[in-house]
């Protein structure tokens, strides 16, 4: 399944739950849908609290689920064509150089 696919199948879930109606409590605002991104991230992140690995994979997998659902509706709600944006930013790393590059060939 490609980005495409999954955003429709997010739209589909957030139009089944009313969460486009005016009056939903989950009003799919680009700040609400930002925020409830950063949460989610730090979700992820205190699955590593205190220990070098996550050792519950299945809760893992929720967070970076929902993480990846919140970014999908942002990008959507805000008109952003998430597969470009992504393939546009992997071209601008590749040209980028970090300090720790300096001085070394990089390969292509």
Not at 26 to 44: C, F, G, H, M
Not at 54 to 75: I, R, S, V
Not at 95 to 107: A, D, S, V
Request: proline content about 3%; some cysteine.
């Amino acid at each position: 399944m490609n980005l495409d696919e999954l955003t429709h199948k997010m739209h589909a879930l957030v139009e089944s739950k009313g969460w486009y109606a005016a009056d939903s409590v989950k009003q799919q605002t680009p700040r609400n849908l930002a925020i409830s991104l950063v949460l989610e991230a730090a979700e992820v992140l205190e699955l590593f609290q205190w220990q070098s690995d996550c050792e519950d994979k299945a809760a893992l997998a929720g967070e970076l689920a929902d993480t990846a659902l919140f970014l999908l509706q942002l990008a959507n709600v805000s008109g952003i064509d998430l597969e470009q944006a992504i393939l546009t930013k992997i071209d601008q790393n590749q040209k980028r150089l970090w300090p720790e590059h300096l001085g070394k060939e990089l390969k292509p």
